[in-house]
T-cell receptor, first 114, second 113 residues
Framework: DQQVKQNSPSLSVQEGRISILNCDYT??????FLWYKKYPAEGPTFLIS?????DKNEDGRFTVFLNKSAKHLSLHIVPSQPGDSAVYFC?????????????FGKGMKLTVNP | DSGVTQTPKHLITATGQRVTLRCSPR?????VYWYQQSLDQGLQFLIQ???????AKGNILERFSAQQFPDLHSELNLSSLELGDSALYFC????????????FGPGTRLTVT
C-alpha cells in the first residue's frame, strides 16, 4: 500500500521554463510534507516543506502547493535551471504509535535541458 | 557534504552472508535513521535511534538489526542476506529527532550475489 505516490517517473523541461512535479497521498493523518532532491551518488537533500495547515510555501525559485481536499501537492520550480536536473522525492510525515515517520514516494527524475 | 558519513560506499557479498553498515551522524546530532532504497522504489524507513535508544521502527526485517553506540555512531547489521536485500542503504541524522530536520549520508550500495 503506497501512501505517497509520484505517478510520473520522469519529466523533461527546457531551461527557463517552469517545472511542475506532482505528488498524491492517501493518508489523511499526514501533517507535514517535504520535497527532497537527490543527485547520483549522493544522499537526498532537503529542498522545501509545507505544513498541513498551509496551502503554499515559497523559497526562492521553489514553491510547494498543498491541496488537502484532493490529497495532492506539487512542487513548482521557476525558472528551471540545468543544475536542477536530479531525482525529486516527495515525502510525508505523521505520528504513528507515538513516533514520527517519513513516508517517501518513489521519486521522479527531472531533466532540465539547456 | 551533509556531514553524515557512511561506510563502506559499496559492498558486494553472497547470499547467506552477514554485513555491517556504519553511520556517523553530524556533530551534535542525537538521532540516527536508517532507510532502504531498492530498485525503482522510494526510501523505506527501517529504524530510528535517539541518543542510544530505539525510538521508531518501520519496515525492518527480523534478519536486520541496528544499534546506536555511546559515541552516537550507528551500525545496521544485515544477516542471512538474500538477493532482494540488494539496495542502497541511507543513514540520516537530526539533532532533535524530528523527521523534518534530517540530513542524509551518501549511502552504502549493497549488492548480494
Amino acid at each position: 500500500d503506497q501512501q505517497v505516490k509520484q505517478n510520473s517517473p520522469s519529466l523533461s523541461v527546457q531551461e527557463g521554463r517552469i517545472s511542475i512535479l506532482n505528488c498524491d497521498y492517501t493518508n489523511s493523518m499526514f501533517d507535514y510534507f517535504l520535497w527532497y532532491k537527490k543527485y547520483p551518488a549522493e544522499g537526498p537533500t532537503f529542498l522545501i516543506s509545507i505544513s498541513s495547515i498551509k496551502d503554499k510555501n515559497e523559497d526562492g525559485r521553489f514553491t510547494v502547493f498543498l491541496n488537502k481536499s484532493a490529497k495532492h501537492l506539487s512542487l513548482h520550480i521557476v525558472p528551471s535551471q540545468p543544475g536542477d536536473s536530479a531525482v525529486y522525492f516527495c515525502a510525508a510525515s505523521a505520528m504513528q504509535g507515538g513516533s514520527e515517520k517519513l513516508v517517501f514516494g518513489k521519486g521522479m527524475k527531472l531533466t532540465v535541458n539547456p | 557534504d551533509s556531514g553524515v558519513t557512511q561506510t563502506p560506499k559499496h559492498l558486494i557479498t553472497a547470499t547467506g552472508q552477514r554485513v555491517t553498515l556504519r553511520c556517523s551522524p553530524r556533530s551534535g546530532d542525537l538521532s540516527v535513521y536508517w532507510y532502504q532504497q531498492s530498485l525503482d522504489q522510494g526510501l523505506q524507513f527501517l529504524i530510528q535511534y535517539y541518543n542510544g535508544e530505539e525510538r521508531a521502527k518501520g519496515n525492518i526485517l527480523e534478519r536486520f538489526s541496528a544499534q546506536q553506540f555511546p559515541d552516537l555512531h550507528s551500525e545496521l547489521n544485515l544477516s542471512s542476506l538474500e538477493l532482494g536485500d540488494s539496495a542502497l542503504y541511507f543513514c540520516a541524522s537530526s539533532v532533535s529527532g524530528r523527521v523534518h530536520e534530517q540530513y542524509f549520508g551518501p549511502g552504502t550500495r549493497l549488492t548480494v550475489t
